[in-house]
């Protein structure tokens, strides 16, 4: 199943933000359009997201874990991050930085 969601974009000082949010994230995903920055947030809401910044696939019990309702920043090749949701359900917003 495709993740859904929307994309935004905001003036943050100078530098330009892009709002992703991911959901139904049952098999490992790459984030969309990633490649348009080096710097990104990801916050886990409703449940827990793992992730792997190596281009390899995590699984619901293997990958770094964002516990719900906690964010990570990342800041490198942000076309390698793969994510899944460690729980049915989970809900992944997203800030790429340019």
Avoid: C, H
């Avoid at 530098?15 to 947030?41: E, L």
């Amino acid at each position: 199943m495709p993740s859904s969601g929307f994309t935004q974009t905001y003036e943050v000082g100078s530098t330009k933000a892009t709002y992703v949010q991911m959901t139904g994230i049952t098999t490992a995903k790459t984030i969309p359009k990633a490649t348009i920055g080096r710097k990104i947030w990801m916050q886990a809401t409703t449940q827990g997201v793992r992730w792997r910044p190596d281009g390899t696939d995590p699984t619901a019990t293997v990958g770094m874990l964002i516990p719900a309702n906690e964010t990570v920043e990342y800041i490198g090749n942000l076309s390698d991050i793969r994510v899944i949701e460690a729980t049915g359900g989970a809900i992944l917003n997203i800030i790429i930085f340019k």
